[in-house]
Nanobody, 122 residues
């Protein structure tokens, strides 16, 4: 089975940048579609970005143009680069893996990381 571990979260001022990472073990990430989701207090877990097995990416409208997603096969790691951060980006960021591809909904993802906290101050 695949285990996912996020890292790189922290505190950043509005307008700043941060990169969070998701490292996989127990499997090869290249065969999975990978997604980033975030959950703020009192809110549902929401899709942020996804990258497919062939490298194509999709984004939530709220982050389009500000965030990018990438994958490093040699390191078995997927990254979420977050630029021009806003206070509303504050959330716990989770990565997830799907054997079916990349999706905007949570149900298709079989494996989830524990999450990393991202806090954006005004």
């Amino acid at each position: 089975q695949v285990q996912l571990a996020e890292s790189g979260g922290g505190l950043v001022q509005a307008g700043g940048s941060l990169r969070v990472s998701c490292a996989a073990s127990g499997g090869t990430m290249s065969i999975y579609g990978m997604g980033w989701f975030r959950q703020a207090p009192g809110k549902e877990r929401a899709f942020v970005a996804g990258i497919g097995r062939s490298g194509g990416s999709i984004f939530a409208d709220s982050v389009k143009g500000r965030f990018t997603i990438s994958r490093d096969s040699a390191k078995n790691t997927v990254y979420l680069q977050m630029n021009t951060l806003k206070p509303e980006d504050t959330a716990v960021y989770h990565c997830a893996a799907s054997r079916l591809g990349v999706f905007r909904t949570t149900s298709e993802y079989s494996y989830w990381g524990q999450g990393t906290q991202v806090t954006v101050s005004s």
